[in-house]
Nanobody
């Protein structure tokens, strides 16, 4: 079982930057891929960015060129650098880890609010 804890959310004006962190603990060797999802009020949860154990990254079209996902395996930590933030990026951001047989673990989420 994997436990995930996010940090780094907050309030920022449009055009600003934030960096989210997600620290994994537990059976981290079982993680195949790890990433960030977000959920805005009244909307479905959506993939923002993900990174595989081999380093392959995947981004939602809406964040390409503005967000960067990275990981520090020595620290079991995942990052999401968010630049040029827009009001439509406002959401709760969740860390997600995918394990064997499609299993998924979720963090508790961190709020990101971007004001115009």
């Amino acid at each position: 079982q994997v436990q995930l804890r996010e940090s780094g959310g907050g309030w920022v004006q449009a055009g600003g930057s934030l960096r989210l962190s997600c620290t994994a603990s537990g059976n981290t060797n079982s993680i195949n891929a790890i990433g960030w999802y977000r959920q805005a009020p009244g909307k479905q949860r959506e993939l923002v960015a993900a990174i595989s154990n081999g380093g392959t990254t995947n981004y939602a079209d809406s964040v390409k060129g503005r967000f960067t996902i990275s990981r520090d395996n020595a620290k079991n930590t995942l990052y999401l650098q968010m630049d040029s933030l827009k009001p439509e990026d406002t959401a709760v951001y969740y860390c997600n880890a995918e394990g064997p047989r499609g299993s998924r673990s979720w963090g508790q989420g961190t709020q990101v609010t971007v004001s115009s």
